[in-house]
Structures are given as C-alpha cells and as structure tokens.
C-alpha cells in the first residue's frame, strides 16, 4: 500500500490526514509490517506551482527521508519509491541516497521511477521538461551502473558520465530492483524494455489485460528474457459493510466476497495489488489494514 499522510492530493487524501504526521505515519507503517503488506509506498514532488495546488495540495515528503525513517522503525516490509523523479536529480546524487537507503534497510529497497508531470518543478531545477523522457531512460541506464556491486561504477551516456568516483555504502542487495511507473505508450515501453517490474497509474480492471499484453509483446520484441513484476491499483476497499459513505467506486463487503473480487486482477497477470482503505481516522485505518490481512488476504492466492 501507499502510506497516507505524506501525500495529499484531493484524489485521495482523507480529510484526517490533514492533521496528522510522523506519529501516525509510524504506527501505520508498524501496523503494515506485523500484518504482512509486501511493501509500503511513498510519492516524490519537490516543489507544486500555485496553479496545482489546490487540488494537488503541497504536502509531498521526500521519499528518501521518509522511507529512510520507516526503515528504522519497521524489520521486513520493503520501502517502494511510488514513484520517484529520478530525472530531476544527477543519477550518483539518487545512487547514493538509495543505495545508503538499501544498506541501511538490510536490503528491502524497490525503487520505482517515473517521467514526472509538473513542469515547474523541471524549470526551477533547471531540467529540461519537454525531454524528461529520454532523460529518464538514460538516468535509468546510469542508476543500473551505479546501484551494481561496483564501488567505482563506470557509464557513459549523452548527458550523464563518471568513472574513477567511487561510492559506499553499497546496496545490500546484488540488484536494486527497478519498477518503472506510469500507463502511458512510453511508459509502457520504458518497463518493458529497462525495469524489473511496471506500476501502473490508474488503469481501470478493463484496460489492463490489454496493457499487460502490450507491455509483454515489447519486452519479448526487446529480447529482455527476465521476468517483469506486474503490479496494479485497486479500487478503494472498506472490509465489511460501512455505516456511512464511502464512495460508489469502493469495494464493500464480506471478506470472501472481496478477495473474490481481487483474485480478478491474478487472472489478468497481475502478480502484486496496490491496496487504499477508506477510513476516517489513524484507527479506523489500522483496523481496516488488521482485518483485510487476517481475513482477505489468505484468500487472494
């Protein structure tokens, strides 16, 4: 799951978060970590322009610092970057914040990237917006060099170059894994081509089954023979029947019920689901998280 209160768009930000913080944010991640959730997620904005804002809001904390404090409070749970704007920063800046990160996590990193979509966050950092694709793909190709068991990592590329500079910690893990986010044609092509696994953003269950295939046809095309973590977002879930609203896209009911539901996003080939709870409070929250693991989840495989 995405963790709630480090960001806050009016997508779907409960009004609860407003107030809330660190506190709730560590006992939501504990709560994760004794439950069983694969992963807990976090957004990546530097700056939103005023003309956003409203319906963005302003409240984006930074991956690294946050995930880099999950990691010392929680034991098993990966860390995703869901997703972070690796082209607005130098690949060895986000190799070493990541790579310490993962070392510092005993290796329970997923970094996932993405092309970014707020122009003036490009313009303020002086980064060219209208080639943040291939700026990514690139920036991609360098963090593979410098996220490797090398110390003194080696690439060379049309914008990014280093050799001779070395950096440690290393990763704990061998190989970082890379999921690549976004639904668009690009993006599609971007996971299938360079990542380890591919986030989709928004699709509804009926595009997906022909996303999915797209996205294996190009990986074959490529000649990439590794296997592609495909993950999903789920619709809103409330486990069991609320008393009051809570949206006509949520997922209500008994728990058989809903993991009857979800097992549809396996048939696709999808192999992890993103999970969001309604709630009205920190609490309500952690009760929703502790009975979709107990009662759902052992349902879904």
Not at 2 to 17: C, D, G, K, M, N
Not at 217 to 228: D, F, K, N, Q, Y
């Given at each position: 799951?995405?963790?709630?209160?480090q960001?806050?768009?009016?997508?779907?930000?409960?009004?609860w978060?407003?107030?809330?913080g660190a506190?709730?944010?560590a006992?939501?991640?504990?709560?994760?970590?004794?439950?069983?959730?694969?992963?807990?997620?976090?957004?990546d904005?530097v700056?939103?322009?005023?003309?956003?804002?409203?319906?963005?809001?302003?409240?984006?904390?930074?991956?690294?610092a946050t995930?880099?404090?999950?990691?010392?409070?929680?034991?098993?749970v990966?860390?995703?970057?869901?997703?972070?704007?690796?082209?607005?920063?130098?690949?060895?800046?986000?190799?070493?914040?990541?790579?310490?990160?993962?070392?510092l996590?005993?290796?329970?990193?997923?970094?996932?990237?993405?092309a970014?979509?707020v122009?003036?966050?490009f313009e303020?950092?002086?980064?060219?917006?209208?080639?943040?694709g291939?700026?990514?793909?690139?920036?991609?190709?360098?963090?593979?060099?410098?996220?490797?068991?090398?110390?003194?990592?080696?690439?060379?590329?049309?914008?990014?170059?280093f050799?001779g500079l070395?950096?440690?910690?290393?990763?704990?893990?061998?190989?970082?894994?890379?999921?690549?986010?976004?639904?668009?044609?690009?993006?599609v092509?971007?996971?299938?081509?360079?990542?380890?696994?591919?986030?989709?953003?928004?699709?509804p269950r009926?595009?997906l089954?022909?996303?999915?295939?797209?996205l294996?046809?190009?990986?074959?095309?490529?000649?990439?023979?590794?296997?592609?973590?495909?993950g999903a977002?789920?619709?809103p879930?409330?486990v069991?029947?609320?008393?009051?609203?809570?949206?006509?896209?949520t997922?209500?009911?008994?728990?058989d019920?809903?993991?009857?539901?979800?097992r549809?996003?396996a048939?696709?080939?999808?192999?992890q689901?993103?999970?969001?709870?309604?709630?009205?409070?920190?609490?309500?929250?952690?009760?929703?998280?502790?009975a979709?693991?107990?009662?759902v989840a052992?349902?879904?495989?």
């Amino acid at each position: 799951m995405q963790l709630p209160v480090q960001s806050q768009s009016t997508i779907y930000a409960e009004p609860w978060e407003a107030e809330a913080g660190a506190e709730d944010l560590a006992e939501i991640a504990r709560t994760a970590d004794r439950a069983g959730f694969a992963y807990l997620a976090t957004c990546d904005h530097v700056a939103i322009p005023r003309r956003l804002a409203d319906a963005m809001s302003t409240v984006w904390y930074d991956p690294v610092a946050t995930l880099s404090f999950l990691a010392g409070i929680t034991e098993r749970v990966l860390l995703l970057s869901h997703v972070a704007v690796v082209g607005l920063r130098h690949p060895l800046v986000s190799a070493k914040q990541y790579a310490t990160l993962d070392h510092l996590s005993g290796g329970r990193l997923v970094l996932g990237v993405g092309a970014g979509h707020v122009q003036e966050e490009f313009e303020a950092l002086g980064v060219d917006f209208a080639a943040r694709g291939p700026v990514l793909d690139e920036t991609i190709d360098a963090l593979r060099a410098a996220l490797g068991e090398e110390e003194y990592p080696e690439f060379a590329g049309e914008r990014f170059s280093f050799n001779g500079l070395g950096q440690r910690p290393r990763p704990a893990q061998q190989r970082v894994p890379l999921w690549v986010g976004g639904s668009s044609p690009a993006a599609v092509r971007r996971a299938a081509v360079r990542g380890d696994g591919w986030l989709p953003q928004g699709d509804p269950r009926g595009k997906l089954p022909a996303q999915i295939a797209r996205l294996k046809a190009l990986r074959a095309e490529a000649g990439v023979t590794e296997p592609i973590e495909i993950g999903a977002i789920a619709e809103p879930l409330y486990v069991g029947e609320p008393s009051w609203e809570t949206g006509r896209r949520t997922l209500t009911g008994k728990p058989d019920a809903l993991a009857e539901s979800l097992r549809a996003y396996a048939a696709m080939g999808v192999h992890q689901i993103q999970v969001r709870f309604r709630s009205r409070s920190r609490t309500e929250l952690t009760d929703q998280m502790a009975a979709f693991a107990a009662d759902v989840a052992p349902h879904l495989n």
